[in-house]
C-alpha cells in the first residue's frame, strides 16, 4: 500500500523539476499565454470530478451527487475555457508583416 | 483495462509536457497549446473508460455536467475582448480551485468522515493528508479569483470600498494570519478524530474561502498580475494533492507542474517589480494604487509639450521606442499607437516596443494587447534586450508607464524602488512622457525622469494624446 504512496510522491518531485525547467525556457512575451496554457493544463482536476461521480453507488445520496456534478462543471469549464482562451490569445502573436510587403503596407497606410 | 488506463494517462501528460514546452515560442505555441489539449482529452476518455461500470443514473450526471460546461464555458472564452483576459483567466483558474474543493468535500462524505475505505483506495494517509490539503487550498483558489475577478472587472466593486478595502491592508493580513491557523487546527482535528460530523469539512471550507477573499481584497490593480499567477500555481498544487488522495498519476503530474512553473513565474514577476512574495501579499508599502502624490516639488520644473511639437520630433527620428504600460491597457488605446507605428514607419522611421517584464495586468499581457492590434512579435522587445538600444535612440514615448521608466532605481541607493530593473529610458536623446497628470506610479514615488531636460510631457487621456499627434502627422 505504502509502495504506491512512496511511487506517487517521487512522481510528484519529478513532475515539479519538469514544471521548472520548462517554465525557465518561456520569454517574457509569451508569459500570458503560458498563464492561460498552465491555468487549462490544472483543468486537470475535471478527472477527480469524473472519479467522485463514477465511484458513487447507485444508491448514494443526493446532496454528494449535487456536489460531484458541480464540481464536474467547474471543472469543464476550466479545460474548455482555458484552452480556448490561451488558443485565442496564440493566435494573435502571428507575424503578419510578412503577408504584405513593406511598400504596400506603406502605400496603404499613408492613403 | 486497468492497464490500458495507466498508459493513457502516461500518454497524457506527455502530451501535457511536450505541449508546453512548444509554449518558448511564439511558432510553436498555437500547436503546443492544442497538443496539451488532446492530452486533456485523452485522460478524460481514460478516466471515462475506468469508470466505465458506474451506475446508469451516473452516467447520466457526467453527460449533463460535461455538456453544461462546455456550454457555459464556450461563448466567453470566444466573445471576450482581449483587454479583459485577465479577469477570464482569472474565472477560469477560480473554478478549477472550486473543483478541487468539493472533491475534497465529496471524498469527506464518501469515507464518512475519513473513517471507512474501500480496499482498492489509496493509502489513508494520502487521502487525508491530500484531501484536508486540496480542501484548503482549493478554497482559498476558488474565492480569492472570484474577488480578482470582481476587482479585474472594475465595475462589480465600487471605487470607495475599493479603496477601503486596500486601507485596510493590515487589518486583512492579522486576520489572514488567525483563519490560517484556526484553518490548521481545523484540518489537523479531523484528520486525526476519524468519523467527525460533515459540518467540520464545511467549516474548513469556509475558514479557508474567507481567507481566499481576504488575501485578494486588498490587492491594488499593480499587484493583481503577480496575485493570479499566485493563484494559479495554487490551483497547480491543489490538484496535485488532489491527484495523491485519487492515487491519479494524470492529475499528480499535471498540477505538479503548473505549481512548479506558477510558482516560478509568481517569482519572476515579482523579482520584476522589486517585491517579494510575502510583501505583496501581506502588503509592505501601501500595496496599491497610490493616487495623486504631490507634484512637481523641490525636484525641478517639467516641461509640457503640445501633440504638435510630439508629431514633429517623431517624424524626423531615426528611432523611435514605444514604452507602454498600465495606463495604456486602462485607455484602451493600443491600437491607436499601433496606428501611429504605422504612420512612423511609412515615414521612414524605425519603431520599436519596449516591454517591461510586468507591463500590463498580466505577466506578458501587454504583448497580447499589443499583439491584438498587430503589432509584429519581432518588433516587441524584452528589456534586457532593449536597454541597450535606449542611447542610439532619438524619441522615447513613455505611454502610461511610470515606475518602469524611474531612473531612481537605477541611481538613488534611497529610492523605495532601487534596484528594481528598469527600461534605461533616460539615456535616449529626448523622451515624450504621455501621461495624464502629474500623479505618481503606484509605488507613490516621485520619478526624476520627468524632470530632465531632454524630457518633455504631454498631459491628457493617452487614447486622445495618441490621437492628436496622428492627426498631427498626417498634417506634417
Redesign the interface.
Known sequence: ??T??LA??A??VL??????A?????????????????????????????????????DA?W???I???????????????????????????????KELPAAD??KE??K | MTYLVDVLYILAFSLFIYGLSGLTGPKTAVRGNWIAAIGMGIAVVATLIKIRDTAPINWILIAAGLAVGVILGVPPAKKTKMTAMPQLVALFNGVGGGTVALIAWSEFIETKGFSEFKPEQSPTIALVVGSLFAAIIGSVSFWGSLVAFAKLQETIIPKNVEKAFVKGAKVFQAANIVLLLVAVAVAVYIGLNKGVAEWWIVLLLVLAGIMGLFVVFPIGGADMPVVISLLNAMTGLSAAAAGLALNNTAMIVAGMIVGASGSILTNLMAVAMNRSIPAIVFGSFGGGDVEGGPAGGDQGTVRATSAADAAIQMAYANQVIVVPGYGLAVAQAQHTVKELADLLEARGVEVKFAIHPVAGRMPGHMNVLLAEADVEYDSMKEMDDINGEFPRTDVTVVIGANDVTNPAARNDPSSPIHGMPILNVDQSRSVIVLKRSMSSGYAGIENPLFFLGQTSMLFGDAKKSVSEVIEALKDL
Request: glycine share 14%; charged share 10%; proline share 3%.
Open positions: 500500500m505504502y504506491q504512496l506517487n510522491l512522481i510528484l513532475a515539479g523539476f519538469v514544471g521548472f520548462v517554465i525557465s525556457k518561456v520569454p517574457n512575451t509569451l508569459h500570458t499565454p503560458l498563464m492561460s496554457g498552465t491555468n487549462a493544463i490544472h483543468g486537470i482536476v475535471v478527472l477527480g470530478a469524473l472519479l467522485v461521480l463514477g465511484n458513487l453507488p447507485a445520496h446532496g454528494i451527487r456536489i460531484g456534478f458541480i464540481a464536474l462543471v467547474f471543472g469543464t469549464l476550466n479545460v474548455i475555457g482555458g484552452f480556448l482562451v490561451t488558443d485565442r490569445m496564440l493566435g494573435m502573436f502571428k507575424g503578419k508583416k503596407k506603406a497606410v499613408t
